[in-house]
């Protein structure tokens, strides 16, 4: 992992926080959403854990996309044709 930082002249340390960051999210937006909806904190725990998965995922899958160029700083999608044009 330290060796793919380097790489991207990102800090260890900086990594892990918003990867921790990213999974409190995650794992607290589950209850509090389950508390807006009404239930009261009937919610398994394994759910909220598999919120916080999910958010790193999305995050880490989102931050792939945009290195890759597929989206851009506001979040606009490319066309497939300007996508192949990178590519190439």
Known sequence: MRL?????QKDTAQHLTEQTAATLFG??????AAAMLGLHGQIPVWLAVMG???VVV?????AEL???GFVNERGAVF???SVQSMLE
């Open 4 to 8: 793919d930082l380097a790489t991207v």
């Open 27 to 32: 794992a607290l937006l589950v209850p509090f």
């Open 52 to 54: 916080g998965a999910v």
């Open 58 to 62: 999305v995050r880490d899958v989102a």
């Open 66 to 68: 945009y290195r890759l």
């Open 79 to 81: 066309s497939a044709s």
